[in-house]
C-alpha cells in the first residue's frame, strides 16, 4: 500500500487538527516514508531486488523483530545496522514517530507475517487523527515457479526424522501406495474432476518425495531428490534436441521419431521388450508389446479370426483373445486399459440403475 492520508478540513475541537503537531493537516512536518519489506524464505538469503538494496541503504532506520532473520548476517556485512523490535510486535506510534520528519523507516517483515503492525497502521490511518507516512510495500525477493517444492522438501524431511510411522518406511513399504496413488490419479483425470485432479497430483508427489527421502539414508548408493530432479531434467534434454539443439520437428509424429531413436541409442538394448514393467496391469502390458512390435517392424499379434482353435485351457484361450483385442485397439490409438474401465464404469451406472429400479418396484 502506499499514500498519505486523506486531509480534512480544520477543527479546532478534533485531535488531529493542522494545528497539532502529527495532525492529519498539511502543516507540521514531513510524514516521512514506511517501507514493509518483504522477502521469500524459499530464496537464498541476501538475494535480494536493486530497489529492495536501494531503500535498506537510504533507510534512515532499519527494524526487525525477528532475531533470528536469515536477512540479518547479510546486512551487517553490507555495513547496514538493524534496530531489534520487540518479538511481540512493534508499537505503531513509536513507528510512526520514526518516520516523522521525512525520514524513512524499512521495517524487515518477519517469516510469520507483519499482520499486527499492518492492522494498527489500517487503524491509525483510518481514525483520521494522525498524519501517516506514506506507506509502501515491496517485495525484496518472491517465489520463482515451483518453489513450494521447497517446503515439501523440508517438511518430508522433518516427518522421516520425527514421525514414527514415516522414519522407518522403505521403498518395499511404499510400494503398494504408489500404484494406488497413481490409480487415483488417472480415476481423477477420466472422471474429469479438477479438484480431485490436483489432490491426486499432490499425492503421487509425495510418493516421489517420500522414495527420494529414503533413498538419501541408503549405505551403499544413496541419492537425494535433488539427484532424482538433476537426472530428469537431463534425460528431457537429451531427449528433445528439437528444443535444445539443432534437431527440427514440426509434428507430433516427428517428435515420436526423435524419442524413440534417442531412447534406443541410450538403452542399446537386445529385445524391444526390454525396459516394459511387466508387472503392470494386463492390458495395458499387452498394448505396450504390441506397439513395441509394430513400432520395431515385428509380427503383432495375431487377430482373434486369426488365432487357432481352442487350446482346451479355458484361460488360455480367453489370454489369447483378450491379446488380440488389445494389439488391435492400439493399433487403431484406443488405450485399452482406459476404454476397459469406461465401459466398467457404465456397466457400473447400469447396475446402480438396476438396483435403483427393482427397491422402486418393491416399495
Known sequence: MSGTHPRRSPDPDFPGDPAEPGGSGSTGPDPGRLVLLTTSHRVAAGLLSAPAWRALRGADRVLCRDPGHPLLPHLADAGISVVSAPVEGFDIGEVVDHCSGGRTVVVLAAADGETRLTDDLARRAGSGRVRMPDLELLPGSWD???ARLLDLVEVMDRIRRDCPWSSVRTHADLAPYALEEVHELVEAIEAGDRGELREELGDVLLQVVFHARIAE????????IDDVAGGIVAKLIHRHPHVFGDERA???????????RTKATEKARGSVTEGIPMGQPALA???KLAARARTAGLPAVPREREVPGPSGDPAEDFGQRLLALAAEAEAAGVDPESALRAAARRYRDTLREAEAGRAADAE
Do not use: I, N
Not at 514440426?250 to 524413440?260: G, N
Open 144 to 146: 520463482l515457479p515451483g
Open 217 to 224: 539414508e541408503d549405505a551403499g548408493e544413496p541419492f537425494s
Open 285 to 287: 502390458l499387452a498394448a
Open 250 to 260: 514440426s509434428t507430433p509424429e516427428e517428435v515420436r521419431e526423435h524419442w524413440l
